[in-house]
């Protein structure tokens, strides 16, 4: 059974995650014109990278069930 408590790795592979998909929503707010004509604005390699090595040291790819759950229930209550 999982931890109610996210462990340090685990709270900074979420931290991480939420950082780059607020960088992938910002860059897509910035887009103007039709929607075919869009490009998406790059994300920078080290918000990329930093979520990778994040995820890794949590023991996660970011494709799990429960990195999943840990977003949801993200920030966690006292």
Avoid: C, I, K
Avoid at 7 to 20: F, G, M, N, P
Avoid at 50 to 70: I, K, P, V, W, Y
Wanted: aromatic residues 6%.
């Amino acid at each position: 059974m999982p931890s109610a408590v996210p462990t340090d790795r685990e709270r900074t592979a979420v931290q991480a995650y939420l950082r780059l998909l607020n960088t992938v929503r910002a860059a897509h707010d910035g887009e103007t014109g039709p929607p075919h004509a869009r490009v998406p604005l790059p994300v920078a390699p080290s918000v990329l990278a930093e979520t990778e090595t994040a995820l890794a040291r949590a023991g996660l790819s970011g494709n799990e069930e429960s990195f999943f759950r840990m977003l949801r229930d993200w920030p966690p209550r006292p």
